[in-house]
Every structure is written in C-alpha cells, then in structure tokens.
C-alpha cells in the first residue's frame, strides 16, 4: 500500500481540478500521488475492482487501502484530514448558505456540457437560454448573500473550489458557441465572482488552450474518450501533446476535422 493518499484522475478533468485546487492553497501537493487513467483505453481491471466495476472519476484510495468516490465528497474528506485552514466555513450558518449555493453546481455542469456536445444548429439558443437562466439565480444569491463581495463570503472557499473549474471548462462554450454573458446588471454580480475565481492564482491548473483543444471531440458530442465517427484518434490522447496541436475549427456543426488536420496523427 502507498504511504501516501492515491488520487486516479484524469488531467484535464475539472472534478480533479477541485483537489488540486485545495492542495495548492494549503501548499500541500506533496500529500497526493497522482495516478494519470487514459480514458481513451479500457479502465484497467485492478482499477475496476477497486472501484467495483464504477469508471467515474477522480476516485481516491486512503493509505490503508479504503475507496472514496464522487468529487464533492473526496474534496470535503482531504478538506478535513490535510491539515491547515478549511475550505469550508466553521460558522454552520455560512457553511449552510455555501452548500445551497454548492447544490446548484449540478445543474449548472448539466446545462453547459449539454449545450457544447448538441448537434443541433436549431437548438442552440434554447440551450444558451437554459445557461443564462442558471447563471441568473447564482447571479440572485449571490447579490442576497454578498451583494458588493467578490467572492461568496469574504475570501475563497468551498463554493470557489467546486465552481472555478467548471468556469473555466466553459471557455469550451466561448469557443465552440461563442457565448458569452451579457454585459446586463442581472448578469454584474456572478461575472465578478467568476472573474474572482478565474484570476486566484490557485486556479491556474489548465489554460483556455488546452481545454479548448482537448474538448474538441465533447463539441462533435462524443464524450468521455468516445471516438467520433470517421475518426480513429480521441481528442483526450495523450500524444501528441495538446501543445504540439492546432486550434480545432470553431464551427462544431459544419464539416469535422481529420485526425490529421487536428494534430492527432503524425
């Protein structure tokens, strides 16, 4: 067994980047051995076991060999057994106010990764209808909570780590959809919160470019490692390097690109 808590993840995914999120603020990476999965190949069979047949990842093993599963829940665990200050807030009051906020994440998730992987040009505005209504609520509680805050109480904490993430796989949105919110006042008070949680300097585990890159495949709608047909290399591959590759063509509902034309074949 390792000495260590073992993380299996996958680089690029914004549930793992919670984890890192919180490391980086404690300044404890050394506590975690990260395990990179390749989800473009079948799960390894010992992996399988020990996640009892489930591929949903990040997954965590404590150092005795026990499983933990679900993000929220392994971030909430290492908030409470890495030492220094909490994610969370002590106050039961705010730690309250910062899990209803917390319980809109799902939908939230939902709303953009359905919006990038549809294939339906008539579709998309009621699509980015269904967003933009998401971001207006987060918008409403957080002007009831912290009205001229930047963050949702007065510094980053458990609601930042969960949703800075999924901002930032949304760069996926402003590429392949050109969406953007509008510059209106119902839209002021959650653009500054996900400006504040874009520019905090432990939040810098990806860039737009990668993410852009590596979700080319999500914006055809096949995710996961799925390969798009007619192609035989998963955007998510590891090699080439994400860096070595050309931008994808921003129009996701005309012709899809080669794998040559991606980079993804030598």
Partial sequence: MSAKHIVYHIPVCPFSQRLEILLALRGRQDVIEFRVIDITKPR??????????TTALPV???????IIKESLIVLRYLDEVIGGPPLR??????????????T???????????????????????????????????????????PDGRYLFDD???????????FMRFW???????????DTPEYHRVR?????????????????????????????????GALVEGRSVSSFTFTPHWRDRPWPP???YGDNASDEALGLVA
């Fill in 104 to 146: 809109r994440e799902g939908p939230f998730t939902m709303a953009g990764y359905l919006f990038v992987m549809n294939q339906d040009r008539d579709r998309r505005d009621a699509c980015a209808d269904k967003l933009l209504s998401i971001y207006r609520d987060i918008n409403d509680f957080l002007l009831e909570h912290n």
């Fill in 44 to 53: 390894d069979p010992a992996l399988l076991a020990k996640t009892r047949g």
């Fill in 192 to 224: 500054a919160w996900m400006q504040a949680c874009l520019s905090h300097e432990a939040t810098g585990q990806v860039t737009r470019e990668e993410i852009v890159k590596l979700y080319y495949d999500y914006a055809l709608g096949a995710g996961n």
């Fill in 156 to 166: 980053f904490g458990l609601a930042e780590a969960v949703f800075a993430p999924m």
């Fill in 250 to 252: 921003r129009d996701k």
């Fill in 172 to 182: 996926f949105l402003e590429y392949y959809e050109g969406f953007q919110l509008p």
């Fill in 60 to 66: 965590l093993e404590t150092p005795d060999g026990r």
């Fill in 89 to 102: 807030r002590k106050d039961p009051v705010k730690h309250a106010t910062e899990s209803m906020l917390i």
